[in-house]
């Protein structure tokens, strides 16, 4: 791994720049309620020991960043699953390796948790991102994911 690359747990005090590196994550998005609502979210997430929100430093800088959520189950022998989502790379710090030290260390996180398994979903269009998936042990054969919209 780069030198320059650092993989951590995200700390509560770095919601802004979160939410900045979120503006590379879609090109269009809902609108985001007021900071007072954001900051409630934002504290009763980092205080949830299933949620964990990983980010990659580059030089110092946030530049990428995952959810990981740890779903207890009743199945598999009552191992739990991950859920991986909002996986975002700043733009400009795309193709570096970030992204992929991110999503290792967020697996091995959730092996060492004894998920039985982790998924994602990711747009279907975004062709370059499910190369790296796949490079990571993603099979998109597996299973077939399906999305409900209000």
Request: with cysteine.
């Amino acid at each position: 791994m780069d030198q320059d690359i650092i993989v951590r747990h995200i700390r509560e005090e770095e919601l802004d720049d979160l939410l900045a590196l979120y503006t590379h994550l879609h090109s269009k998005d809902d609108p985001l309620p007021p900071m007072s609502d954001l900051v409630v979210v934002w504290h009763d997430t980092m205080h949830n020991p299933l949620l964990h929100y990983f980010i990659t430093e580059y030089r110092g800088i946030i530049v990428s960043s995952c959810c990981l959520v740890i779903v207890p189950n009743l199945t598999h022998g009552a191992r739990p699953f991950g859920l991986i989502e909002n996986v975002v790379t700043h733009s400009d710090y795309r193709k570096k390796g970030c992204a992929t030290a991110l999503l290792k260390h967020a697996l091995d996180f959730a092996w060492t948790a004894d998920c039985h398994k982790v998924m994602l979903l990711s747009g279907v269009e975004r062709t370059e991102a499910h190369s790296m998936y796949e490079r990571l042990g993603f099979n998109r054969y597996s299973k077939i994911g399906y999305e409900a919209k209000p």
